[in-house]
C-alpha cells in the first residue's frame, strides 16, 4: 500500500465530515446584509436632516450656519448628562472620544465598547429621528440628538449641554460677533462660534445671529 | 444562490445548473484542485470533468450537501489525474507533502493492496477518523482530504502552528496502529 492509496480511500467520507473540516471563512455577504440597512437609514437620516437644517434656517432669510465643529467630540460631563437622559450618540466616520448609549457612559478606547454597540447607537439615532427628534451632525459628520422638552430645545455644544433661551437679535443685529471683531468687544472664546460674554454664552450662529444660552444642569 | 434551489436545477435537467454551480464553487473547487496538481490547464479540464459528472449523477443522487459532493468528485479526479501524470513529474502543491507525512503511518514489507479490496481500506479509515475527537477529526482532515496546508489550518482555525502540527503527528501515530490492528500488519 502507498501513501496515496491512503488519500484515495479517504475519498468516500460523510458529506457533514468534509464541510466541517473544510473551516470555510465567514462569508462576509452576511455581513453586508447585516450592516447595509441601517447604513443606508443612517445615511438617509442624516441627508433629511441635513436639508431640513438649511430649510429652517434659509427661512430666517440667511445662509445655513457653518457645521460647528465645537461639537466634535463630547466630554465626560457633557455626555453623562446626555447619558442619564436617555440620549444616544455615536460615530459615523470619525469618531467622538466618548459614547453615551442606554443610559450609561463608555470611552470609545474602552474595549467593553463593540462595533454592536455603536451599531446599536446609529440604531438609536434612526429611531430618535423616527420620533421626531433632531438630529444633528457636526463638522465631522458625527450625529448627536437632541430632543425638545417643554422648556426648549437642548442641544450639545464644545462637550456642553445647553438650551437656547432668548434669541437677542434685534439687540445685537448689526454687529458682527466673530472672535476677531469688533475688537472693542471684550468676548472670551471658546471656540469660533461659542463665546462667553459678560459671564454668559452665547452662540454665533453665522447669518442666524447671536443666540443666549444657557447650561442645563 | 442557495444549493438546494442548485439541485434542484440539476433534478429539472436545466443547463442554469452548471453555470450557477460553476458560479459559486469554481474558486473553491480551484484551490483544492491547486493543491493537488501544479498545472493550470489540468486543473481546468478536472473541473469541467467535475462539471459533467456532476451533471451525470444528478439525478438519480440528490446530495445532501452539494459543496462536499462536488468537492469529493473535484478531490477524486485530481488524484487520479495526480497518479497520471507523477510518472512526468507533474503533480505538485502540498500533496507531496501530505504523501511523504502518511508514508511513515505504512507499516513496511507488506502489500495490503493484495490483502485488502478498496471498500475495506475505506471502511478501516472510516472507523479510524470515527474514533478521532471531531476536532482533531476536522484537522486531520483539513489536512489530508482538503490538503490544506499546516499554515492555512492555523489561519482557519486559529490554532498555533505547533498545536496543529502535534495534533497531526499524534492522529498519524494512531492511524499506524490502527492500520496495523486491523490486519495490515501481520506481525499484530
Same mark, same amino acid.
Given at each position: 500500500m502507498k ?5 484515495k ?6 458529506e457533514?465530515w468534509?464541510?466541517?473540516s473544510a473551516f470555510?471563512?465567514p ?9 447595509l ?13 441635513s436639508?431640513?437644517?438649511q430649510?429652517?434656517f434659509k427661512g430666517k432669510?440667511?445662509a445655513?450656519p ?9 466630554n465626560e460631563?457633557a455626555?453623562?448628562e446626555t ?6 450618540s455615536a ?6 472620544r466618548?459614547?453615551a448609549?442606554d443610559?450609561?457612559l ?5 474595549p467593553?465598547?463593540?462595533e454592536?454597540m455603536?451599531e446599536?447607537a446609529r440604531?438609536e439615532?434612526i ?6 427628534k433632531?438630529?444633528y451632525t457636526d463638522a465631522l459628520?458625527?450625529a448627536v440628538i437632541?430632543?425638545?422638552?417643554a ?7 464644545? !462637550?456642553q ?6 434669541h437677542p437679535l434685534?439687540?445685537?443685529? !448689526?454687529?458682527?460677533w466673530?472672535?476677531?471683531?469688533p475688537?472693542?468687544i471684550p468676548?472670551? !472664546? ?8 459678560e459671564g454668559?454664552?452665547?452662540w454665533n450662529l453665522?447669518?442666524? !445671529? ?6 442645563v444642569? | 444562490m442557495?444549493?438546494r434551489?442548485?439541485?434542484e436545477?440539476?433534478l ?9 454551480t ?9 484551490a483544492?484542485?491547486?493543491r493537488?496538481? $501544479?498545472?493550470?490547464q ?6 469541467s470533468? $467535475? ?5 451525470n449523477?444528478i439525478p438519480p ?5 452539494l459543496? $462536499? ?10 488524484l487520479k ?13 502540498e500533496?507531496?507533502?501530505a504523501?511523504e507525512?502518511l ?5 513496511s ?10 471498500k475495506q ?5 472510516n472507523r ?9 477529526r476536522?484537522?486531520?482532515l483539513?489536512?489530508y ?6 499554515r ?6 486559529g490554532?498555533s $502552528?505547533?498545536?496543529?502540527k502535534m ?7 494512531k492511524?499506524?496502529?490502527h492500520?496495523r490492528?486491523?490486519g ?5
Amino acid at each position: 500500500m502507498k501513501a496515496y492509496d491512503l488519500l484515495k480511500e479517504m475519498n468516500d467520507l460523510p458529506e457533514e465530515w468534509i464541510e466541517a473540516s473544510a473551516f470555510q471563512k465567514p462569508k462576509k455577504k452576511t455581513d453586508y446584509a447585516l450592516w447595509l440597512r441601517p447604513a443606508l437609514a443612517f445615511v438617509l437620516v442624516l441627508v433629511f436632516a441635513s436639508a431640513l437644517r438649511q430649510t429652517l434656517f434659509k427661512g430666517k432669510g440667511a445662509a445655513a450656519p457653518a457645521a460647528a465643529s465645537s461639537i466634535a467630540l463630547y466630554n465626560e460631563d457633557a455626555a453623562q448628562e446626555t447619558a442619564d437622559e436617555g440620549y444616544a450618540s455615536a460615530a459615523a466616520g470619525a469618531l467622538p472620544r466618548y459614547l453615551a448609549l442606554d443610559g450609561d457612559l463608555y470611552e470609545l478606547s474602552d474595549p467593553a465598547v463593540t462595533e454592536d454597540m455603536l451599531e446599536n447607537a446609529r440604531t438609536e439615532e434612526i429611531q430618535a429621528a423616527a420620533e421626531g427628534k433632531k438630529v444633528y451632525t457636526d463638522a465631522l459628520g458625527n450625529a448627536v440628538i437632541v430632543e425638545t422638552d417643554a422648556e426648549g430645545e437642548s442641544f450639545l455644544l464644545d !462637550g456642553q449641554c445647553y438650551r437656547r433661551i432668548a434669541h437677542p437679535l434685534a439687540e445685537y443685529q !448689526g454687529k458682527s460677533w466673530q472672535l476677531s471683531a469688533p475688537a472693542d468687544i471684550p468676548v472670551e !472664546g471658546i471656540s469660533e462660534e461659542v463665546f462667553l460674554y459678560e459671564g454668559n454664552v452665547y452662540w454665533n450662529l453665522e447669518g442666524y !445671529g447671536v443666540w443666549l444660552l444657557e447650561e442645563v444642569k | 444562490m442557495e444549493d438546494r434551489e442548485i439541485v434542484e436545477l440539476f433534478l429539472q435537467r436545466r443547463e442554469e445548473a452548471i453555470e450557477e454551480t460553476s458560479r459559486k464553487y469554481q474558486g473553491y473547487c480551484f484551490a483544492l484542485s491547486r493543491r493537488i496538481l $501544479a498545472d493550470r490547464q489540468d486543473i481546468e479540464e478536472v473541473f469541467s470533468d $467535475a462539471l459533467l459528472a456532476l451533471w451525470n449523477s444528478i439525478p438519480p443522487e440528490i446530495p445532501h450537501i452539494l459543496s $462536499a459532493y462536488l468537492t469529493k468528485i473535484i478531490r477524486n479526479l485530481s488524484l487520479k489525474r495526480y497518479r497520471d501524470r507523477s510518472t512526468q513529474k507533474r503533480g505538485g502543491g502540498e500533496i507531496t507533502l501530505a504523501l511523504e507525512e502518511l508514508e511513515g503511518c505504512i507499516p513496511s514489507g507488506e502489500d495490503p493492496a493484495e490483502k485488502w479490496k478498496e471498500k475495506q481500506l475505506q471502511e478501516c479509515l472510516n472507523r479510524f477518523l470515527k474514533t478521532l475527537p471531531e476536532e482533531n477529526r476536522n484537522v486531520f482532515l483539513a489536512r489530508y482530504w482538503h490538503l490544506y496546508s499546516v499554515r492555512e489550518i492555523t489561519e482557519r482555525t486559529g490554532y498555533s $502552528a505547533s498545536k496543529v502540527k502535534m495534533m497531526l503527528l499524534r492522529d498519524r501515530e494512531k492511524l499506524r496502529e490502527h492500520l496495523r490492528k486491523e490486519g495490515y500488519d501481520e506481525s499484530v
